[in-house]
Structures are given as structure tokens and as C-alpha cells.
């Protein structure tokens, strides 16, 4: 594998041994909450190549998003129908609301701080309101930030089995025009998938790529299907990052546009002069 650090360059800091590689590439499943805030990309929800996915091949369920943390989504069809945007962004919450539950004073990821590693990576994550939005099942949302491939914190003791899947080689690959990092994972009974419906790896092998620039899981494939006759060998998702931190209104989550009348303003009636 080849040196690298986590702001997509090669320096001496780089992992180099096996041991250490798997303690980066954990780092870095924890890191996606601090390594952007927004991100235009486009997604299946099955694994394929790059080739099944380039025009004029474009698949009838490929899907373009438009996200901005926390919460604010926009979905189309590969010919640009919309079929999901957040319509609440902006939504107040009353005083029985935050006052219910202690979770409700829980702060967004980006306004607390975790314990970094010696490259820029999160080693430690701290308690914050975590959470992607969703579609189709909860893997869409595991694949934009996939902590449960490595959990919020290191084990105290790296027995075998000890950690939440257990990692083959780790080789630097492209994935789309980026650097990712591809290696192949087996749960372990400790595996605790965000939904536990739609995991990012499933029993047996599954092959990932972590984006080496933002920390979103942007492949998966199941290597251990038990067969193609029920579909399960088609397990799995692809995602190809289009652009990470770009500016985005609020009118383009919204189902109707935010250019409205301001009724909270003072609104001057011109009375004519007699």
C-alpha cells in the first residue's frame, strides 16, 4: 500500500505498518461528521462498476443528491425528476420539545471536538446528534458516514475479534477521479450496523472503499453471496462523489420556493393624498 495522511497527500507521517494501517483506516471510518458539510454526488443502491454508470449507459436507478448537513437533502431521477427534498429545515421546535428528552440538547458533530490522531484522522468520537438523511434504507445513510465499520471509540485491547469487523489488506485505489482506500471486512459478533436491515457488510466477506478525502463509504459489494438466484449477490451500493463543501440555498431542499412575503416585516400602505 501506499503511504498516505488524511488530507489526500503523502507524507512521513503516513501508516506504514499492517497494524497501523487498520488503526487509520478506522480513523477514518469515524471521521466523515468532520471532513465536510456538504456533498453533491450521485448513487446506487447495488454494487456496479464505473463503466455501468458513465453516459450514455446511465441506469434508470441512479440517483443524484444534494446534501447539507444536518438533515437537508435533495433527491432526482437520473433525468432530473425530483422525488425527495427536506421540507422542514428551518422548523422551530417548542419548548416541550427540547425540554423532553436529554438527546434534544445534544449538539451537531461540527460544534464539538474529537480526539484527533497524530494525521488528522478521528480517533475518538465524542457524544453529538449524529445522523444522515436517509433513503430507500438506512445503508444510504451508513455509507455517508460509516462509523459502524469501526465504532465511536478504539477497543481497550486488540484481541482477535475484538473489534466490529475484521480487515484484510488495505491497498490506495481510484475511485471515480479519488483517492479511496479498498479493503475486504468480516463482521465480528460485536457488529452493530446502524440499520440492522441494511448493513454495510454482511455475514462473510464484503468488499469497501472508503473515500480518502471525506470519510463516506463509496462501494460495497457482498463477496459471500450464497447465490444469484435471490438476489442477494447483487448486495450493495456505489456512490461517486461530484463536489464536497459547495455552497447551497435553502430554496433548493425546499419543495416550494422560500421567496415568499415576510409577514413578521412591516408591510407601508401608501395613502394618497387628498
Same mark, same amino acid.
Given at each position: 500500500m501506499a503511504a498516505w495522511d488524511s488530507r489526500n497527500g503523502r507524507g512521513p507521517r503516513a501508516p506504514r505498518g499492517p497494524s497501523d494501517q487498520a488503526a487509520a483506516f478506522r480513523h477514518l471510518c469515524r471521521s466523515s461528521p468532520w471532513k465536510w458539510q456538504s456533498l453533491r454526488f450521485e448513487y446506487v443502491d447495488r454494487p456496479v462498476t464505473g463503466s455501468e454508470v458513465s453516459a450514455p449507459a446511465v441506469p434508470d436507478d441512479l440517483v443524484r443528491a444534494w446534501l447539507r448537513r444536518p438533515g437537508a437533502l435533495r433527491l432526482e431521477t437520473a433525468g432530473g425528476l425530483v422525488i425527495g427534498s /427536506? %421540507?422542514?429545515?428551518?422548523?422551530? !421546535?417548542?419548548?416541550?420539545?427540547?425540554?423532553? %428528552? *436529554?438527546? /434534544?440538547? $445534544? $449538539?451537531?458533530?461540527?460544534? =464539538? /471536538?474529537? =480526539?484527533?490522531?497524530?494525521?488528522? $484522522?478521528? !480517533? !475518538? !468520537?465524542?457524544?453529538? +446528534?449524529?445522523?444522515?438523511?436517509?433513503?430507500?434504507?438506512? *445503508?444510504?445513510? +451508513?455509507?455517508?458516514?460509516? =462509523?459502524?465499520?469501526?465504532?465511536?471509540?478504539?477497543v481497550p485491547l486488540e484481541f482477535p475479534n475484538a473489534n466490529a469487523v475484521e480487515l484484510g489488506p488495505i491497498t490506495e485505489v481510484d475511485h471515480e477521479g479519488r483517492p479511496a482506500l479498498e479493503t475486504t471486512v468480516s463482521p465480528n459478533p460485536s457488529y452493530r450496523p446502524a440499520d440492522p436491515a441494511a448493513p454495510l457488510c454482511r455475514p462473510g466477506r464484503t468488499q469497501l472503499r472508503i473515500d480518502a478525502g471525506t470519510g463516506v463509504c463509496v462501494a460495497s459489494r457482498w463477496l459471500d453471496a450464497p447465490g444469484a438466484d435471490d438476489g442477494s449477490a447483487g448486495y450493495g451500493h456505489w456512490l461517486r462523489i461530484l463536489g464536497v463543501d459547495e455552497y447551497m440555498l435553502d430554496d433548493l431542499f425546499l419543495a416550494e420556493s422560500m421567496n415568499l412575503t415576510d409577514v413578521r416585516r412591516h408591510i407601508s400602505w401608501d395613502v394618497p393624498a387628498e
Amino acid at each position: 500500500m501506499a503511504a498516505w495522511d488524511s488530507r489526500n497527500g503523502r507524507g512521513p507521517r503516513a501508516p506504514r505498518g499492517p497494524s497501523d494501517q487498520a488503526a487509520a483506516f478506522r480513523h477514518l471510518c469515524r471521521s466523515s461528521p468532520w471532513k465536510w458539510q456538504s456533498l453533491r454526488f450521485e448513487y446506487v443502491d447495488r454494487p456496479v462498476t464505473g463503466s455501468e454508470v458513465s453516459a450514455p449507459a446511465v441506469p434508470d436507478d441512479l440517483v443524484r443528491a444534494w446534501l447539507r448537513r444536518p438533515g437537508a437533502l435533495r433527491l432526482e431521477t437520473a433525468g432530473g425528476l425530483v422525488i425527495g427534498s /427536506t %421540507t422542514g429545515i428551518n422548523d422551530s !421546535r417548542g419548548g416541550f420539545y427540547v425540554s423532553s %428528552t *436529554r438527546k /434534544t440538547w $445534544l $449538539l451537531p458533530p461540527s460544534l =464539538v /471536538t474529537p =480526539v484527533y490522531d497524530d494525521d488528522g $484522522l478521528v !480517533r !475518538r !468520537r465524542p457524544e453529538a +446528534a449524529y445522523g444522515e438523511p436517509s433513503f430507500g434504507n438506512g *445503508r444510504f445513510a +451508513a455509507a455517508l458516514d460509516p =462509523v459502524e465499520l469501526a465504532g465511536n471509540s478504539p477497543v481497550p485491547l486488540e484481541f482477535p475479534n475484538a473489534n466490529a469487523v475484521e480487515l484484510g489488506p488495505i491497498t490506495e485505489v481510484d475511485h471515480e477521479g479519488r483517492p479511496a482506500l479498498e479493503t475486504t471486512v468480516s463482521p465480528n459478533p460485536s457488529y452493530r450496523p446502524a440499520d440492522p436491515a441494511a448493513p454495510l457488510c454482511r455475514p462473510g466477506r464484503t468488499q469497501l472503499r472508503i473515500d480518502a478525502g471525506t470519510g463516506v463509504c463509496v462501494a460495497s459489494r457482498w463477496l459471500d453471496a450464497p447465490g444469484a438466484d435471490d438476489g442477494s449477490a447483487g448486495y450493495g451500493h456505489w456512490l461517486r462523489i461530484l463536489g464536497v463543501d459547495e455552497y447551497m440555498l435553502d430554496d433548493l431542499f425546499l419543495a416550494e420556493s422560500m421567496n415568499l412575503t415576510d409577514v413578521r416585516r412591516h408591510i407601508s400602505w401608501d395613502v394618497p393624498a387628498e
